[in-house]
């Protein structure tokens, strides 16, 4: 991450990060090592698509950033570097969690197997959280439009796969239909602390299970489409409109 003034500092001659995978087998900086200690003072305003994230409550932020064909992803610890032509699947789906961090993943799958999640909330302390709103939005669009051009055949989709989607529907329907029916009962037995419960238990399974399954309902996208359902809320209460290609 970033150090103070005067900090000794490891950093590769400006070229080596003009091209990334010059050496064909992928370029990495040593541990340690950051965008913001490669170039500093230039890293943030080079113009390049970028999108910073603390994924957990403990660890460092991960900076994406979009090189041409290149995703790079930095640890603040070392640089990855992912040609977008190799992400072979991308999916948006809606992510569960309590009530502050409920949020959106774009998961990438390259065509080695391995995945890469970006997400639009992230953890500024174990309370506090931080959303990525229109940043994401537009980074995720311009990625998109990246592996689109990068991989014609890259195949995007929107929500869960159809069988997990299935059973989670199913169980989500079974669950609300059992609490409903304790309600009743505790009604028509006249037990009006017991049905208040079953409202409340209700009511919350509702809020909680409805938009898992509304959101993330299978649906297949053209190539480098963005679902506007699966892009957070932006300025003016509404949902960006967006497209990658």
Known sequence: GDQGAGALRLAPARHAYASP??????FRYGI??????????????DGLPRYRQKPRPIGFDLIYTLDGTNLLVDSQRKINTVPVGEIEQ?????KPGNITSTG??????????????????????????????????????????A??????????????????????????????????????RAFMQGATGAMGIGVLLSAIALWQMWPMVKLNRPMALRTGEVPVHLMPVVAGGARSEVTGS
């Open 104 to 145: 959106f993943i774009t998961r990438l799958r390259l065509k080695d197997g391995k995945t890469i999640s970006i997400g639009d909330i992230s953890w500024r302390s174990m309370v506090e959280i931080e959303r990525g709103g229109e940043r994401y939005v537009s980074f995720i669009a311009a990625l998109s439009a």
């Open 21 to 26: 995978v010059a050496s064909g087998a992928g």
């Open 32 to 45: 340690g090592m950051s965008l913001l200690d490669v170039l500093p003072g230039e890293a943030e305003d």
């Open 147 to 184: 592996i689109a051009k990068s991989n014609p055949k890259a195949v995007f989709v929107a929500g869960k796969p159809p069988l997990v989607w299935l059973v989670f529907a199913a169980v989500a329907a079974g669950s609300v239909a059992l609490m409903v029916f304790f309600t009743w």
């Open 90 to 94: 991308v999916r948006f789906t809606f």
